[in-house]
């Protein structure tokens, strides 16, 4: 993209005079242990249970899980020519949600995390999915069978009641991102159900398939940002950092595998240690940005726990981080009026963003300061 058109998108979209909202910004020392938080070691939850004095990762059924196992049956009633039956349409889910703290650590975010932390959550990902993953799946195969059960975790993880179709793993860091506890954890859905985005990924993925000879539309577009440089973020030899070509968010991030990876059960060591280091890099450069616990949400895509071998085979792991502030930690991004009607607007480039990102590489900003943990 040209440095005209770049200036010309910056100038009228940033140099805009600010008198809106302004979030609060977030403290960044909380303490390592809280008498008060439901997800602390030993403390008792919302609902009655007690956590374990866990040292590492902890797994536990979500108390409040948005789909459960067993649900009433749905089955409307379908009159011919009645406007309801053939204008409003729904379908019954069920599933199952998990919450994962990241460390017993109540301070202690991904970018804080030592690669060792980092490493530790990314493998209790991969447990959960292979715990969760169809037996007839090709990626079954090759799942190791010591992981077929997060280990350590007592009896609240067991296997479902039924097959789920899909897992999405993901995060939502910050008050302002709907994040209820500030003890850094993600989440775990699985669905009977392929959600709306990852089936229309999936479609886009398989449609490139088989238009480009079996090639893989991630791994063509990621050798393409290699080329170019202008939107990456950070790469090692396992894995890409960008800001994508067709970012939403101001500081959008894009963290895919180099090489055709389907999902979480295909990296291995080496991978996982590129992987770790990826994570740490991106949530990092966040935080360094604008010197704060910057918020976003983060989700990992990857193949489906049960689908057929195209789909299976189309897929390419990666991961979406979606954060909300634009000019600083109080201000942030406002997807409204013709965003919401019309299209979405960059206020900068992703080339912009992605400048600003690799600038803010480098120790943590809050290990800087004296008495901050």
């Not at 789909?67 to 019954?92: F, H």
């Not at 609240?156 to 097959?163: F, L, S, V």
């Not at 389907?262 to 991978?271: I, K, M, T, Y």
Request: hydrophobic share 35%; charged share 25%.
């Amino acid at each position: 993209m040209s440095d005209k058109i770049l200036d010309d998108i910056s100038h009228r979209r940033m140099k805009r005079p600010w008198q809106g909202q302004q979030e609060d910004v977030p403290k960044t020392t909380l303490v390592a242990y809280d008498a008060l938080c439901y997800l602390c070691p030993g403390n008792t939850r919302a609902q009655g249970d007690k956590n374990p004095e866990y040292s590492s990762t902890f797994v536990f059924v979500n108390d409040y899980s948005a789909v459960k196992e067993e649900q009433a049956e749905y089955k409307p009633e379908e009159n011919e020519g009645d406007l309801s039956s053939i204008l409003l349409k729904a379908v019954p889910v069920t599933g199952k949600c998990y919450v994962i703290t990241y460390s017993p650590s109540h301070n202690l975010t991904l970018a804080d995390l030592p690669p060792e932390g980092v490493i530790s959550v990314i493998r209790t990902w991969t447990n959960l999915y292979t715990a969760l993953l169809s037996p007839t799946s090709p990626l079954a195969a090759i799942a190791p069978a010591t992981m077929l059960l997060p280990h350590g975790h007592g009896s609240a993880i067991t296997r479902p009641k039924q097959q789920y179709r899909y897992m999405q793993i993901l995060e939502n860091k910050g008050a302002n991102m709907g994040c209820s506890n500030p003890h850094p954890h993600g989440q775990v859905w699985t669905t009977s159900s392929l959600p709306d985005e990852l089936s229309l990924e999936f479609e886009q993925l398989k449609k490139y398939r088989r238009e480009h000879s079996g090639s893989h539309l991630l791994v063509d577009y990621v050798q393409l940002e290699c080329e170019k440089k202008e939107r990456v973020v950070f790469e090692n030899d396992g894995f890409l950092a960008v800001c994508p070509w067709w970012a939403i968010w101001p500081f959008e991030v894009m963290v895919v595998s180099k090489v055709h990876k389907r999902a979480l059960v295909d990296l291995g060591d080496s991978d996982i240690k590129m992987f770790a280091e990826a994570i740490t890099e991106v949530t990092r450069r966040y935080d360094n940005l604008f010197k704060t616990q910057f918020p976003y949400s983060m989700g990992i895509h990857q193949a489906p726990l049960e689908g057929t071998n195209e789909e299976i085979e189309a897929s390419h792991f990666h991961v979406h981080f979606y954060p909300p502030l634009l000019r600083s930690a109080t201000v942030k991004k406002f997807l409204v009026g013709y965003e919401m009607l019309a299209e979405p607007q960059r206020d900068i480039t992703p080339e912009q963003a992605a400048g600003r990102l690799r600038d803010c590489g480098g120790e943590l900003y809050r290990k800087k300061q004296s008495g901050v943990v």
